[in-house]
């Protein structure tokens, strides 16, 4: 291994309305600004590409937003010097099979390797491993399951699934000197892990991961000091967009290991980057400072099962007059009218009998087996 080795780590990227134009017309310059100085340094940069690239999008059928953009934007993003791109998120599938097969087509032709989204799901879940200055360094990606999984006979995301995928991070981390784990899931705009993602994500350290890092959740969340080793539960944005009046929306961090000969255990720094209205920059330093501040307060708290619990039913408590009606299929009027009542639109048509009856198929396995099966079958029935 030569003298050092640098690795840069972002989150979520995907062209908005603000950016579109730095994409389609290679401006990395003003896309990345000074964080291109750094991009430049590093011997290898992965991200996750949140977006399918498709010059004829053909959009599913889907609950929420369909991001795609033209295939030329994969050029920004090879001068800017990404390595790697995670293709296990919940956007990959955005445009089918044929947006799944045409993103990996176009990043390969671009010299960019990617991972975590294949033609079935044996290939998607295949660890990527990197040999950077001698130093062999493993990512396997995970995307929670929603209209984006591969299957054993088509395109799309790897899912984690406990009963193979902790085997296969201890089979892998076997085999290479470092292990990331990128979770792309959890709770968006929750700083704080589920105790759900908290079990999850310290069991793939116990299982050999060295590093986790979650995305997805559009916030910069926590970081969890487990076994010597770091999660970081949420990266926030890396390149999202601009949204006014939003200063959570348009902050994120990027991670940068550092090896230096004959380590193993890499220094891990974190660098503080938010949006502008064109492009990402760095924070200035007191401002990056005092994010960094109030995400290590935060992090204190990780290690009470107790404050964690009460910070989930808080928060699940403020979502009940959206998730409900999420459950139940409203339409967005009557998602807007329920969240206006307090979900009381929900309690007026589903009783607590009904809901008994419905929280019972969701929590036992066998149940929840048969319903997932059968709302599969009726969302693709042609």
């Not at 879940?125 to 591969?150: D, H, M, R, S």
């Not at 492009?279 to 007191?286: D, F, H, L, R, V």
């Amino acid at each position: 291994m030569e003298n050092q080795t640098k690795m840069m780590i972002f989150g979520d990227i995907c062209p908005t309305n603000d950016t579109v134009s730095l994409f389609e017309s290679g401006d990395v310059e003003n896309l990345f600004n000074d964080v291109l100085v750094d991009l430049k340094q590093v011997d290898f940069t992965l991200g996750n590409l949140e977006f399918v690239l498709t010059d004829s999008p053909k959009p599913i059928q889907k609950a929420g937003p369909v991001l795609s953009a033209k295939t030329k934007c994969i050029n920004v993003l090879k001068q800017a010097n990404f390595r790697l791109f995670s293709l296990a998120n919940n956007h990959i599938k955005d445009c089918g099979e044929e947006g799944v097969a045409n993103t990996i087509d176009t990043c390969k032709k671009a010299g960019i390797d990617t991972t975590g989204a294949d033609a079935d799901l044996s290939k998607a879940k295949e660890p990527y491993i990197a040999t950077v200055n001698g130093l062999k360094i493993g990512i396997i990606a995970f995307a929670e399951q929603e209209f984006n999984t591969a299957t054993t006979n088509e395109y799309g995301a790897n899912f984690f699934d406990p009963y193979e995928d902790l085997d296969l991070i201890e089979k892998t981390k076997a085999s290479v000197d470092y292990l990331i784990v990128i979770y792309h899931g959890g709770v968006e705009y929750y700083a704080f892990p589920s105790p759900l993602l908290k079990k999850k994500c310290r069991k793939f350290i116990d299982k050999g991961a060295d590093l986790v890092t979650c995305q997805h959740s559009h916030c910069v969340g926590t970081i969890d000091d487990y076994k010597d080793k770091k999660i970081v539960y949420g990266q926030g944005n890396s390149v999202f967009g601009f949204r006014e009046k939003d200063p959570s929306w348009n902050q994120g961090l990027v991670i940068e290991l550092e090896w230096n000969s004959g380590d193993v255990k890499p220094l891990i720094k974190f660098i503080p980057i938010h949006a502008t209205k064109i492009g990402i920059q760095k924070m200035e330093k007191s401002s990056g400072d005092k994010l960094l501040e109030d995400v290590a307060k935060k992090s204190m708290k990780i290690s009470d099962d107790a404050f964690l619990e009460q910070e989930w039913l808080k928060f699940c408590k403020q979502k009940e007059g959206l998730y409900f009606p999420f459950y139940f299929g409203y339409n967005r009027t009557l998602i807007h009218l329920n969240r206006l009542t307090k979900n009381g639109l929900v309690r007026l048509f589903y009783p607590k009998s009904k809901l008994r009856t419905s929280h019972n198929i969701i929590r036992c396995e066998a149940h929840y087996e048969v319903i997932q099966t059968l709302l599969y079958k009726e969302s693709n029935r042609c």
